[in-house]
Every structure is written in structure tokens, then in C-alpha cells.
């Protein structure tokens, strides 16, 4: 059973910091892509951020500069540094991993996290 547990949601005031993470749990051998999504009430899930298992990363525009995304291939971990956030920044934030593999010789599956709430407040 893979399992996403995401951590490091809350308030925060404008132009304060968060660090979110999302660990990956059970029996992995590989994981392709991770990345962060988010939903804010009223509008459509959006990409935020991702990282290739090399490293290459892209960004929402609306992020770039202000957000940091990373990686711990061994820990099968994924983060997101969000600084100087802003009140449009307010969404629940949800973890997705692209192709995970439990073996070497598994197909690859897409597994979302639960979502953790981030709250700014102007």
C-alpha cells in the first residue's frame, strides 16, 4: 500500500514562511515525477510545482521566485518552501507522485496526498 502524508500546513500572516513536505510510504522502487497542487475554494486544482526524480523543476508563473521545491530521493520525500506568501497563496495544497513503481518490474501508478490546508491572512 503506498501512502502520501503531507505535513507543514497552517496560518500564517502575509510575507510569512511555510515548509510543506510530503512523505511517501510503503514499498517503493521508483517514483518519476513529484509535485505540489493546490485548490483554492471555488476554482480549479492547479499545478504549483514539480521536480523530475533528476531534479529539473518547473513552476506556476505565479510562484516563481517566492516558492522552492525539493527533493530526498532516498527519504521518498518531497518539499515545497513557500516564502513572502500572500493571501491569493490561501488553498489547500495536495502532493502528487507521477509513475510510482513498488517494483522493478510494476507498472507505474499516480497516487495523490489527503491535502493540507495553508491559510493567509492579509
Known amino acids: 500500500q503506498v501512502q502520501l502524508v503531507e505535513s507543514g500546513g497552517g496560518l500564517v500572516q502575509a510575507g510569512g514562511s511555510l515548509r510543506l513536505s510530503c512523505a511517501v510510504s510503503?514499498?517503493?522502487?521508483?517514483?518519476?515525477?513529484m509535485g505540489w497542487y493546490r485548490q483554492a475554494p471555488g476554482k480549479q486544482r492547479e499545478l504549483v510545482a514539480s521536480?523530475?526524480?533528476?531534479?529539473?523543476?518547473n513552476y506556476a508563473e505565479s510562484v516563481k521566485g517566492r516558492f522552492t521545491i525539493s527533493r530526498d530521493n532516498a527519504k521518498n520525500t518531497v518539499y515545497l518552501q513557500m516564502n513572502t506568501l500572500e493571501p491569493d497563496d490561501t488553498a489547500v495544497y495536495y502532493c502528487?507522485?507521477?509513475?510510482?513503481?513498488?517494483?522493478?518490474?510494476?507498472?507505474?501508478?499516480?497516487?495523490w496526498g489527503q491535502g493540507t490546508q495553508v491559510t493567509v491572512s492579509s
Open positions: 502528487k507522485t507521477e509513475s510510482v513503481r513498488r517494483m522493478a518490474w510494476s507498472p507505474g501508478y499516480d497516487y
Open positions: 510503503g514499498t517503493i522502487f521508483s517514483i518519476n515525477a
Open positions: 521536480i523530475t526524480h533528476g531534479g529539473s523543476t
